[in-house]
């Protein structure tokens, strides 16, 4: 999950270069059904996942919990509230994941619902796209967590408001293979990350949160 990259990672690298100096990690990001195949196969020890619904498995922790928010470049009214209407995004220029994701599809569905379609003026799966197209355009609206934008927030990059008439929220968890053994420098890699994030009070960062 690329929003976990930074701070999270970084905070646990620093506390086990002190805790455990002999474990080296390797980071990888990438995006939902890619982790979990990278899981399925062993390629990974664990994955940081953005779900839709609360893990169930002993496989799977739950880290945090994440509202869904339009965000813009300051100054847009629509923006600058602290809570926006799902139904007001109608009409809207978006920046939108590419069709074909859950993310995506959850997003199509609740506009259909609501009676009218989203205006994907670009579609873009990198978060970091998505924030430099909305942060260069002035009429440009994202769908993002709170975790993906925080840093932009806090320099005055960006703009936010929480979506609500449905509060669209995801699940952040920790998920471990479903098969294979666990080793120990692993275990000490997910105390390290589960103990992290509930020091940050559930977050994924130590920035007070939108």
Avoid: C
């Avoid at 498995?57 to 919990?65: F, G, I, K, Q």
């Avoid at 869904?68 to 139904?87: A, D, I, N, W």
């Avoid at 590419?98 to 873009?124: M, N, P």
């Amino acid at each position: 999950l690329p929003s976990a990259a930074h701070p999270l990672m970084t905070e646990v690298f620093k506390k086990l270069h002190h805790a455990y100096p002999k474990i080296q990690l390797n980071i990888r990001e990438g995006q939902g059904s890619e982790l979990d195949a990278l899981l399925d196969t062993g390629s990974v020890d664990m994955a940081i996942l953005f779900r839709y619904e609360k893990p169930h498995s002993h496989d799977e922790v739950l880290l945090s919990t994440a509202s869904t928010y339009l965000v813009s470049s300051p100054g847009l009214s629509l923006t600058y509230g602290e809570t926006v209407e799902f139904k007001r995004l109608a009409g809207l220029p978006l920046v939108l994941p590419r069709k074909g994701s859950h993310w995506r599809s959850i997003l199509d569905e609740t506009a259909r619902s609501k009676g009218f379609q989203l205006q994907a003026e670009v579609e873009a799966d990198s978060l970091k796209v998505q924030k430099e197209i909305i942060a260069n355009n002035p009429h440009m609206y994202a769908l993002l967590g709170p975790f993906s934008v925080s840093e932009e927030l806090r320099m005055g990059r960006l703009q936010s408001t929480k979506v609500i008439a449905p509060d669209l929220k995801r699940y952040v968890t920790l998920a471990m293979p479903k098969q294979g053994h666990i080793t120990q420098a692993s275990k000490a890699v997910a105390e390290m990350i589960k103990a992290t994030v509930a020091s940050w009070g559930n977050q994924l960062s130590p920035l007070k949160q939108i």
